[in-house]
Nanobody, 123 residues
């Protein structure tokens, strides 16, 4: 069993930045690929970014490419999502999730999820 806890969300003005963290406990974090997803009210859960177990490979949704950066530190069992140049449409609850094997942009393939952290971007 793995537990994931997100932190770092908050209220920020458009153009601002936030850094989200996802702390894992339980099984070996470095064995899993990791993804960030988000869900706005009334909308489906949406892929944001993913990273391989080693951190060598990353993948981004087109909507965040060039603005967000995913990373991980396996020595700290923690993954990060740096959010820059934030827009009001980035407002959502952000979730981290992990899965065995390669990363994916399909949320149903992920095995463990955090509780989410709210990001609100004001215009």
């Amino acid at each position: 069993q793995v537990q994931l806890v997100e932190s770092g969300g908050g209220l920020v003005q458009a153009g601002g930045s936030l850094r989200l963290s996802c702390k894992a406990s339980g099984r070996t974090f470095s064995s899993y690929a990791m993804g960030w997803f988000r869900q706005a009210p009334g909308k489906e859960r949406e892929f944001v970014a993913a990273i391989s177990w080693s951190g060598a490979s990353t993948y981004y949704a087109d909507s965040v490419k060039g603005r967000f950066t995913i990373s991980r530190d396996n020595t700290k069992n923690t993954a990060y999502l740096q959010l820059n140049s934030l827009k009001p449409e980035d407002t959502a609850v952000y979730y981290c999730a992990i899965k065995v094997g390669d990363y994916s942009d399909f949320h149903r393939l992920y095995n463990y999820w955090g509780q989410g952290t709210q990001v609100t971007v004001s215009s």
